[in-house]
């Protein structure tokens, strides 16, 4: 892949340097099987050093799991070689199954079922609670 053109696909851009490798965990990249790049430390003019992730496949993103770990991001969706949308990231207020509840009296370590779900409840701070048992999320 020439991580400089794609020609249909996704790029996530302005990643907070450091954050390419947990987004590229958190949003299941590993499973995939098309090419993936991430570029780390990218020299930027705005931020000093970002992250980039070039995803050379025409695949949904998931952006409350951006917003969940960098909310600052853009996504650029990339068709026939053209910027054809252009996501900015809001933080979401409901996380579902993106980060699981740690506190092993929580409901959702029995009911394996159950959806994994967190709310944000301080939007300052970023910080996200469990809907069943209000454990912070770490
Ligand atoms: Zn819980």
């Known amino acids: 892949m020439n991580i400089d053109s794609i020609t249909n696909g996704v790029v996530i851009d302005h990643i907070t340097a450091g954050k390419g490798m947990r987004l590229y965990e958190l ?15 990218v020299t930027s003019n705005k931020m000093g050093k970002k992250d980039i992730i070039k995803i050379d496949a025409d695949i949904p993103v998931n952006l409350d ?22 996501h900015t990231i809001e ?18 370590s029995c009911e394996q079922e159950l959806d994994h779900v967190f709310k944000l409840t ?9 809907l069943y048992c209000e454990a912070q999320a770490k």
Do not use: F, H, M, W
């Open 27 to 41: 949003l299941g990249l590993d499973e995939l099987d098309c090419s993936i790049a991430i570029i780390k430390n």
């Open 122 to 130: 301080d939007k300052q701070n970023k910080i996200y609670r469990c």
């Open 65 to 86: 799991v951006i917003g969940y770990v960098d909310p600052d991001v853009t996504v650029n969706i990339i068709k026939n070689g053209k910027l054809v949308d252009k």
């Open 91 to 108: 933080i979401p207020e409901l996380l579902t199954n993106v980060i699981k509840c740690k506190n092993p009296r929580c409901i959702t």
